[in-house]
């Protein structure tokens, strides 16, 4: 999954890349991609069941791009993208949003526009459902509403086109240390998107510090979670995403998945082979696994389920896929 740090010029972007990833800036490119591992203490805990595997935990790409560009593919080819608003010079929340979310309005109209001109001069038959599709998302978009809150069911005609209001956004609000948290809180309904409050520059150079020091100043300062817990937590909570993992050849592995999935379609995010061959699927939910100690004490006590295609995926399942 990428998302991309969006904001204007001096709102601290550079600073909230650090936080995120602990890259230094003299280390950086101009455009910069920082991996960064979502932690799960149930992989943890799995993983203690098969030490001599490898233990992969799902991850985030953090782009920071610089100055943001409606044009820029890298940008617009994100999943997400954070916003960052520097509070500590001055922005105003609601007024930074209110920008940025017009420009992406007219970015998003401009590429809807231009499609439906190629598809109504060449007047194809399997053309419609995707005009039709691309007719309603132009009315939402000429409303001044963001695609993602038109509560219409997500498509995959329309994410092919990698259109900006399709997508979440989340404000940081960047605030100095001497700031208070609390003059800058706002709701989702006050702002119009979720957003955290961060004292970005601190939680940059926590990034400095070795692991047990770090934390020691995180309790001094009463911050509870690290910058990059805050936003995955976030971000898992308003898309929907859960938590299903493998065991599969040399790897104890956590993958992502959209919330109310099915079985078929994790197999696919696994691998399209997976999917396409698909027969049935093992499943034990990874605090039954753990308790009762490995695979075979689960076959024993008859605990895992054989599951066909429907089978909605549930947060935390360790599956295997039986495929031809």
Request: overall charge negative; glycine content about 8%.
């Amino acid at each position: 999954m990428k998302v991309g740090i969006i904001g204007n010029h001096g709102s601290g972007k550079s600073i909230i890349f650090k936080s995120l990833t602990g890259i230094e800036e003299e280390h950086r490119e101009a455009m910069s991609v920082g991996v960064v591992e979502v932690h799960d203490s149930r992989l943890d805990r799995l993983h203690l069941l098969h030490q001599e595997k490898e233990k992969i935990q799902t991850r985030l790409d953090i782009i920071d791009a610089g100055t943001f560009d409606l044009k820029n593919e890298l940008i617009r080819t994100c999943d997400a993208y954070l916003l960052v608003i520097g509070a500590f010079f001055g922005e105003e929340p609601l007024q930074v949003w209110s920008d940025i979310k017009a420009d992406m309005i007219l970015s998003d109209q401009d590429v809807i526009e231009k499609r439906l001109r190629v598809i109504k001069k060449e007047h194809k038959k399997e053309h419609e459902r995707e005009e039709k599709l691309l007719e309603k998302a132009l009315g939402f978009i000429e409303e001044e509403i963001c695609l993602i809150d038109s509560e219409e069911p997500e498509d995959k005609v329309l994410k092919g086109y990698s259109l900006f209001t399709y997508k979440p956004v989340f404000a940081v609000i960047n605030i100095s240390e001497k700031q208070e948290e609390k003059d800058f809180i706002f709701s989702r309904e006050e702002l119009g998107i979720l957003s955290l409050v961060f004292k970005g520059k601190l939680e940059a150079d926590l990034q400095d510090l070795e692991v047990d020091e770090r934390k020691e100043y995180m309790e001094l300062y009463g911050m509870k979670e690290s910058a990059i817990d805050r936003v995955v937590k976030a971000f898992y909570s308003e898309i929907g995403l859960i938590t299903f993992f493998t065991i599969e050849g040399d790897e104890v592995r956590g993958w992502r998945l959209k919330e109310g999935s099915s079985i078929l379609e994790a197999a696919g995010s696994i691998h399209s082979d997976m999917e396409k061959g698909f027969i049935k699927a093992d499943v034990i939910s990874v605090d039954e696994l753990i308790e009762v100690g490995g695979e075979k004490e689960a076959k024993e006590k008859g605990i895992i389920h054989l599951v066909g295609k429907d089978y909605i995926v549930k947060d935390g399942d360790v599956i295997k896929i039986r495929f031809a």
